[in-house]
């Protein structure tokens, strides 16, 4: 989606971010194209925030930072860029968008890559034949050999790309029909291919990352993103102990919490994990009441009060989700904890809520219309 942005001032500061139905890609930077489901801040929300609540040269911090959508929009609009995750997966991938190749380099390196040498056939053995047709695997194989290990910018690039079309329901995508966003299991994938009659068929790798990096790299690498002065850092942490960070070392922090029935983080895909040369996440914590998702955001907001300086800000992104039966106003719970445990350290400085509006009617809706889309940001500053 993009944004149009329609700010109603308020003396309580209360504004209202009015969210149309166009493309992202006609918004924000065509690098922003790649697993735009996989984070809760869309480009051009991201970016509001960033100009909002913070000027040139101030380091703003994601500690859930899925692919790296904050910290493109932070580096563009000439800020730092602090990221964490989790998912040894999410860090190479966001560190991929970060120090982005240009085409020539991607085509380069794909020269270089011998796509037909013969490789053991043991290895395309299940559950890989759910998926993938034998001499779309062997090129797979060999294009993963070519840049394991590799520390340059362009193996990483077509690492990501790779990682964003190696399964999916178009043909621009490697797979059989399935999932773009979570791989099946194989039993499921066969299902689904005995369904529709489906054998998994060639598809030319070397061509199709090609054609997603024309895609990616559409709008070109903008200069801040190729000078190395300018400060990325993405690395493993948990959101309540980056130890990596400073005290008071941040300007803004952008935060989306885990939040049940609302919005979770992460690709859930244990074939990226495969291409990746990753392991799989570990299970995150299992959030099955109210009282310990509370005490979850009372530990982030913690760490975020020791890492932001005195006077700088937090912007969290809450909604209306459900967490077992019980539907539960994530808000209304955030600023709960403010109150009873961490009054000394943040005070709600105001609130933008989104509205959903349909350009071809010029309508609007509620935010609740989509649980698992619509949401309310809530400013915190710091004491």
Not at 205 to 215: F, H, T
Not at 289 to 305: C, F, K, P, Q
Not at 336 to 347: A, H, M, N, S, Y
């Amino acid at each position: 989606m993009s944004a149009v942005l329609k700010l109603v001032q308020a003396q309580q500061f209360h504004e209202q971010l009015e969210v149309g139905s166009e493309t992202t890609a006609r918004a924000s930077h065509s690098l922003q194209a790649a697993f735009q489901y996989a984070s809760p801040w869309q480009p051009t929300l991201a970016r509001y925030v960033i100009e909002r609540f913070s000027k040139k040269g101030a380091v703003v911090l994601d500690p859930l930072c899925a692919t790296g959508t904050v910290g493109v929009e932070s580096v563009l609009l000439n800020r730092s860029f602090i990221g964490c995750a989790q998912d040894h997966s999410l860090i190479k991938l966001a560190r991929a968008r970060l120090f982005p190749a240009d085409l020539a380099e991607v085509a380069l390196r794909l020269q270089f890559v011998n796509f037909k040498k013969p490789v053991d056939i043991r290895g395309y053995q299940d559950p890989f034949p759910h998926f993938f047709d034998a001499d779309t695997f062997r090129e797979l194989v060999n294009l993963k050999t070519s840049i394991r290990g590799s520390e340059d910018v362009a193996g990483g690039f077509i690492n990501l790309i790779v990682a964003s079309i190696l399964h999916g329901h178009t043909t621009s995508h490697l797979s059989a029909y399935t999932s773009p966003s979570a791989a099946l299991s194989p039993e499921a994938q066969t299902g689904l291919n005995r369904k529709r009659g489906e054998i998994p068929s060639y598809r030319a790798v070397a061509a199709r990352v090609l054609k997603k990096a024309a895609l990616l790299l559409r709008d070109g690498v903008p200069s801040v993103l190729q000078d190395p002065r300018n400060r990325r850092e993405v690395f493993h942490a948990e959101p309540h102990a980056i130890n990596q960070v400073s005290t008071g070392g941040v300007d803004l922090a952008l935060v989306a919490l885990n939040q049940p029935g609302m919005f979770q983080h992460g690709l859930q895909s244990w074939l990226r994990t495969w291409w990746l040369g990753v392991d799989l996440p570990a299970e995150n914590r299992e959030i099955v009441d109210i009282a310990t998702w509370r005490g979850y955001a009372n530990e982030v907001l913690v760490e975020m009060a020791r890492v932001i300086r005195p006077g700088g800000r937090v912007v969290l992104r809450t909604g209306q989700g459900r967490l077992g039966a019980k539907s539960v106003k994530y808000r209304a719970e955030v600023e709960q904890v403010i109150t009873d445990c961490l009054p000394k350290f943040w005070r709600v400085e105001g609130s933008i809520s989104e509205r959903y509006v349909d350009p071809s009617t010029n309508a609007s809706t509620r935010p609740e219309r989509s649980a698992s889309s619509a949401g309310e940001l809530l400013v915190l500053r710091r004491a």
